[in-house]
C-alpha cells in the first residue's frame, strides 16, 4: 500500500537541478529510500527522464560493498554517464562511505549531473552540509508519516485512526501488519535492534545500561522539563548508579542526532531570549517510545502535544516551547514572580503563533489554566488552543482560536484560521 508523500516530493522538485546536493535525512525506517527510489524516481521517468539518466546506488546492501570505497563509486558514477543530457544520481545511506564528503563535492563539479542522496544520522549529514558542502548542500528532512499521510491510508473511520495513530505512531512498514501483537513486536525489535543498538555501536558507549535506562526516562518524561541534572539524580536516588551530567548530556546528544527524539528549548516570551535550563524532549516517532515502555504509559495529554510538536515540525515551523513571567500574589498577600508556559511557539519566517494543547476545556477553571499564559502574551501573534474533539474552528471572546484536533491534523491551513 503506497502512501502519498507529496509534501516531501514538492521539496524535491523545487530543488531540481539547482547545482545542489539534495540531502534527505530523517529517522531509519521513516521512508526515505521509498522517496528516492520510488516517488521521485516516478517523477523523473513521468517528467521525460529515461531510465538510464537515472543513477540508483544503495549502499547498505552487500550488492554494493564495493561501491563503499570511495574512488569506487566516483568512478561508477563517471563511466554511467555516456554523454552531455543530465543525469540525476540517487545514492541511499551516504553515510556507509567513508570520506562521502569529498566524493559528494567532486560531484558539484559536474555541471550535468544532478545529486540526491539519504542518510539516516545528522552528525554525518546535516552538520557537514554547511562545513563540508560550502553552503551547498540542500536538506530535505523526512519525518514518519503524519497523521493525515497516516490516516489517508487507513481502513477505518477517524476515531480509530486516532487511536492506533497514538499508540503505534507513524512508521510506514507498520501500515501492512494487521494484528496488534504483529506491531508491538515489530516496533520493540527496532528500537532494540535498530536504533539502540545503532547509537551505541556509532558513538562507541560503553555504558550501555545507562543509555537505555536514559531512554527510559526521556520516554516516560515527553512533554515535561528536564535536564541532566534531574536525570543524573534519578539514577543516583532510585538506581545507585553514577551517571555524570556531561555524559547524560552527550547521549541525549547523541539520540537527537539518530533522530529519535527532539529537544525543544524554552523561550521566554517577554524577554525575547531563551532560558537554558529544562528543556523538553519529544519522540519522533511515538510508536517508538511507547514500545519501550511496553505501551504501558499512555497520558493523553503528553501523546497529544507529541503529536501536535511533531506536526509543526512536518509543516516547517521551528518550534520552541514559551515561558511568560508574570507577577502576583502569594497566600500571605506577598508580590511574587510566576511562569506560565505556552506549549509551543512556533515561528516560520514573519509568522508566529502560540499554541496550548488540551485534552478538554470542559469547566471554566480548566479554561482559565489554559487560557492566562496567553492573555498575558504582550503581542498580536495569533493565540491557538487545540483540543482533543472534531470541533471546527472557532473564535473566543478573547479572541483566541480553538480547534479541534482533528481539524488541525487534516487540513494544512488549519493555522491560517
Known amino acids: ?149 497516516f490516516y489517508s491510508v487507513y481502513d477505518g473511520d477517524y476515531d480509530d485512526a486516532w487511536n492506533e495513530y497514538m499508540i503505534y505512531g507513524g512508521l510506514p512498514q507498520l501500515i501492512e501488519f494487521k494484528s496488534e501483537r504483529q506491531k508491538e513486536n515489530h516496533l520493540k525489535n527496532l528500537f532494540e535492534n535498530v536504533y539502540l543498538k545503532d547509537v551505541i555501536e556509532r558513538n562507541k558507549i560503553q555504558s550501555m545500561d545507562e543509555i537505555g535506562i536514559l531512554v527510559n526516562i526521556l520516554a516516560s518524561a515527553i512533554g515535561a522539563p528536564t535536564n541532566p541534572t534531574k536525570i543524573a539524580k534519578i539514577f543516583s536516588s532510585e538506581r545507585q548508579m553514577s551517571y555524570t551530567n556531561k555524559t547524560i548530556s552527550n547521549h541525549i546528544d547523541h539520540l537527537s542526532d539518530a533522530f529519535l527524539i527532539s529537544k525543544a528549548n524554552r523561550y521566554d516570551i517577554k524577554g525575547r531570549k531563551y532560558i537554558g535550563a529544562n528543556l523538553k524532549y519529544y519522540f519522533t516517532d511515538l510508536g517508538l517510545r511507547n514500545a519501550r515502555l511496553n505501551f504501558r504509559q499512555q497520558e493523553s495529554t503528553h501523546i497529544m502535544e507529541n503529536i501536535v510538536y511533531n506536526e509543526l515540525l512536518i509543516r516547517g515551523f521551528n518550534v520552541d516551547v514559551g515561558v511568560v513571567e508574570i507577577f502576583g500574589r502569594d497566600k500571605e498577600g506577598k508580590r511574587v514572580r510566576k511562569q506560565l508556559e505556552v506549549d509551543f511557539v512556533a515561528n516560520q519566517g514573519s509568522k508566529r503563533y502560540y499554541i496550548q494543547v488540551s485534552l478538554e476545556m470542559n469547566s471554566e477553571e480548566k479554561q482559565n489554566q489554559e487560557m492566562n499564559s496567553l492573555r498575558n502574551i504582550p503581542d498580536s501573534f495569533k493565540k491557538i488552543i487545540i483540543v482533543n474533539s472534531k470541533s471546527k474552528p472557532w473564535r473566543n471572546e478573547d479572541g483566541f482560536v480553538v480547534m479541534g484536533m482533528k481539524e488541525f491534523l487534516l487540513n494544512e491551513d488549519s493555522l491560517e484560521f
Do not use: W
Open 1 to 149: 500500500m503506497e502512501v502519498k508523500r507529496d509534501s516531501y516530493l514538492k521539496q524535491l522538485i523545487e530543488r531540481k537541478d539547482n547545482g545542489m546536493i539534495k540531502v534527505i535525512t530523517g529517522i531509519r525506517r521513516c521512508g526515505k529510500s521509498f522517496l528516492l527510489f520510488t516517488i521521485l524516481k516516478r517523477h523523473l521517468q513521468e517528467s521525460g527522464i529515461s531510465e538510464d539518466h537515472i543513477i540508483e546506488i544503495t549502499l547498505d546492501g552487500i550488492e554494493n560493498e564495493e561501491l563503499r570505497n570511495p574512488k569506487v563509486c566516483f568512478q561508477f558514477i563517471k563511466d554511467a554517464m555516456r554523454d552531455d543530457s543530465n543525469y540525476y544520481l540517487l545514492l541511499d545511506e551516504v553515510q556507509f562511505m567513508p570520506r562521502f564528503e569529498e566524493v559528494l563535492n567532486s560531484l558539484l563539479r559536474i555541471r550535468n549531473l544532478d545529486v540526491y542522496v539519504t542518510g539516516s544520522n545528522s552528525k554525518f549529514l546535516s552538520s557537514d552540509i554547511i562545513t563540508e558542502f560550502r553552503g551547498r548542500g540542500d536538506e530535505v528532512r523526512v519525518y514518519p508519516l503524519s497523521f493525515a499521510e
